[in-house]
């Protein structure tokens, strides 16, 4: 045993955490399957965060919630607040590759739903990403690329985003990266303005 263990970063353990629940989904997760990944005992894990829930809540608490972070992140790299917007939403639901995925994610989210600790976390994210996208919607307005309400339709596209998700895992026609795309074009669509991409 070289000095992997101790150089073992609590980053890429959740990292490994996410991954695991990806697979298995979170009553499956254990933190010998999470030690395994990062190759440490897990006794290391014990005592780093205690137990399964420990390691759960460390990971919910672990989520960006800082919206100016979140929208320097999506707005980086792209021409238009409107790609940046689609960027998002894809990066946003980027663990959930397979339907089996998605499954195994939304099993943690119903998680957050129920237990208290957990729900402060998920809803301190929902609120966090629902304010980048009124962000980008906002700069796409005052661009000139979209007319509207901004907050209205950030509201809308962030249900979107998730009913999207749902629905792909449900019919599995294409990948989730394209339903995303089409249905933010589809809502937006209407509040384009002519001559804008």
């Known amino acids: 045993m070289a000095g992997r ?4 970063g609590d980053a890429v353990i959740l990292r490994a955490a996410v991954d695991v629940i990806g697979r298995v ?3 499956g997760l254990t933190l010998a399957a999470v030690a395994r990944e990062v ?29 100016a972070a979140l929208y320097e992140r999506a707005r980086a790299g792209h021409a238009s607040a409107l790609a940046a917007l689609e960027a998002f939403a894809v990066g946003t639901m ?7 995925r998605y499954a195994n994610h939304l099993a943690f989210l119903c998680m957050d739903l129920t237990d208290p600790e957990l729900h402060e976390h998920a809803l301190a994210v929902h609120r966090a990403n629902g304010r980048v996208i009124e962000m980008l919607i ?19 596209v ?7 998700g749902l ?3 449900l019919d599995r026609e294409g990948t989730l990266p394209e339903r995303l795309r089409h249905e933010i074009g589809t809502v937006l669509a209407p509040h384009t303005c002519k001559g804008e991409t």
């Open 5 to 8: 263990p101790r150089g073992v």
């Open 25 to 27: 989904g979170p009553a």
């Open 39 to 67: 190759g440490l005992v897990p006794g290391t894990l014990v005592q780093r965060f205690g137990s399964k829930r420990g390691l759960l809540v460390a990971l919910a608490a672990r989520s960006v919630h800082d919206p």
């Open 94 to 100: 980027s663990d959930m590759s397979t339907p089996e």
């Open 138 to 156: 906002a700069e796409a307005v005052s661009a000139g690329e979209l007319s509207g309400n901004a907050e209205a339709l950030a509201r809308t």
């Open 158 to 164: 962030q249900g979107v985003i998730a009913g999207a």
């Open 167 to 169: 629905a792909w895992a």
